[in-house]
């Protein structure tokens, strides 16, 4: 199955170079660029890609804003790509909000070219991009500059049973299904299942915004 990539970002020479290191690989389509959010946006609803490419930082709408607009929808629009933001900086807050706005993951621009490409398999096969520690490290960072919500997100975790809320530390801490497998001497498939559970008792996308919510509603502290 061919995976269909738009990239958005302000300067050309990146848009073309990462668009030909794609559209070099047999299993990913590039169906077109954008060199900022706003146009990103319109592309993306022409074109329905299954992976949104997507600069951080840019003129006329930037990268949050855009990311925000695919993820959330207006009525009537069904289409919702995957984003993988793309930013200079590994601690970014834009990269965080873009996050919690249900983007799947985030990529260095430096990162090496087997990288960028394992990424975009990995986002558009449903997964987040979490295994990079640099991403682990944002999302604590910017967590403890934040007091963990109290109220609504963490009477969410009631609804999850014991096992379910031990899934999800475990993956805000950065497990693997198979680690958590292992650690809790579960089948993989099993871990699969229960995160899946987690997913939509808690009314969230993937496990990038799981990690977030964990974070934010107390279950996981910075630095544990």
Known sequence: M??????????AMVRAGFAALLAAQSD???????????QGVE????????VVLMDVRMPEMDG???A?????????VTHRPRV????????DDYVYEALRAGASGFLLKDAPPADLIAAVRVVASGDALLAPSVTRRLIADFARQRPAARGRPALRLKALTERETEVLTLVARG??????????????????????RV?????????AQAVVFAYESGLVAPGE
Do not use: C, Y
Request: glycine share 4%; no cysteine.
């Open 2 to 11: 061919t995976t269909r990539v738009i990239v958005v970002d302000d300067q």
């Open 28 to 38: 990913i389509d590039v169906v077109g660029e954008a060199p900022d959010g706003a």
């Open 43 to 50: 592309l993306s609803r022409r074109t329905h890609p299954d």
């Open 64 to 66: 949050l804003e855009a």
């Open 68 to 76: 925000r607009r695919l993820l959330a929808p207006p009525p009537g």
């Open 84 to 91: 993988l933001m793309l930013t200079t900086f590994d601690v």
């Open 175 to 196: 497990r693997s299904n198979v680690e958590i497998a292992e650690d809790l001497v579960l089948a993989e498939q099993t871990v699969k299942t229960h995160v899946s």
């Open 199 to 207: 997913l939509t008792k808690l009314d969230l996308r993937d496990r």
